[in-house]
């Protein structure tokens, strides 16, 4: 195969390469036979659009898919957002992970030889599992998930704002291991309460359960104080690889050694008491966040 950018020859090409897969490409993607004209007057600093050709080609046209490389941002984000489609009869090929392949490599190239982008984003459908296969046998890692996040319709025609889970790449990364398992910091915020039994009140419950969900993390509730309940949390925090908001009531320096047999780095600890609303929970997430490292590239 070989890939090229977009000229006014293909659209015909281009046109039959669509039609041929509009089954395939409609429950996930629009279905335009003619949106090349559109790619085509777009073409700029901000946009640019390959073709994945076959150069042995089968039936009607030589197309594999078509990749934009779009909301190109310079300054200091130097980033870019990737859309595909894969065209039948070469899907599942592995002609068109090849392709992309190199056009990740054209993208994150400095410049002139490339685009100069620091980092790439692409983004999926929840279920559409070929999608984002091919995105993690690239080495894209997951950068988190998007609700509402494009206006498209389903494969009945029915429109509505579909989440979406995006994946990205940098520079550095890149070429990047096939199925790279995704290495987690492990965020672990400690939160303090009077008593034993505060550990079950409604008020240091909802507090938890808020900042877990800002760290995306359980809830771990130390609910018994003496050495049983502390074997017990030291083994729950050793398996919550996430990271886990933890409601206790034992003094913090007596956690420390717990925290650091269960390789956890950087814990932060805090009295329900100092965090009155939902700003000191989100601050206090986010101390957690940094104080474990958490690296989002």
């Known amino acids: ?169 940098t520079r550095e990364q890149w070429p990047a291991p096939s199925y790279a398992c995704r290495v987690l910091a492990r965020p672990v915020l400690v939160l303090l309460v009077p008593a034993p039994g505060d550990v079950d009140s409604p008020a240091a419950v909802q507090l938890a359960r808020a900042a877990a969900i800002e760290l995306a993390v359980p809830v771990l509730r130390d609910r018994d104080p003496g050495p049983d309940g502390l074997a017990h949390l030291r083994r729950s925090l050793f398996d919550a690889v996430s990271g886990a908001v933890v409601l206790t009531c034992r003094p913090g320096d007596e956690l420390v050694a717990e925290l650091e047999e269960a390789q956890i780095v950087g814990p932060v600890f805090e009295r329900c008491a100092d965090l009155p609303d939902a700003a000191a929970i989100v601050a206090a997430a986010l101390r957690a966040r940094a104080a474990a490292g958490v690296d989002d590239s």
């Open 1 to 169: 195969m070989r890939v090229h950018v977009v000229t006014d020859a293909d659209v015909a090409p281009y046109r039959r390469a669509v039609l041929a897969s509009a089954d395939r490409l409609r429950p996930w993607n629009p279905v335009n036979p003619s949106d090349l004209v559109y790619h085509l007057r777009m073409q700029g600093p901000t946009h640019r659009t390959f073709l994945i050709r076959a150069l042995e080609p089968v039936g009607e046209h030589d197309i594999v898919g078509k990749i934009n490389v779009t909301n190109i941002a310079r300054g200091r984000a130097m980033a870019a957002s990737l859309g595909y489609d894969s065209y039948d009869p070469y899907a599942g090929s592995g002609l068109f992970a090849e392709g992309l392949r190199l056009v990740v490599d054209v993208a994150l190239t400095p410049e002139p030889e490339g685009l100069g982008l620091h980092r790439v984003d692409a983004s999926t459908q929840p279920g559409n599992t070929r999608s984002a296969g091919l995105l993690r046998r690239l080495g894209f890692r997951p950068r988190g998930d998007w609700p509402g996040y494009l206006w498209l319709a389903d494969a009945t025609g029915h429109d509505a704002w579909r989440d979406h889970i995006t994946y990205g790449v």
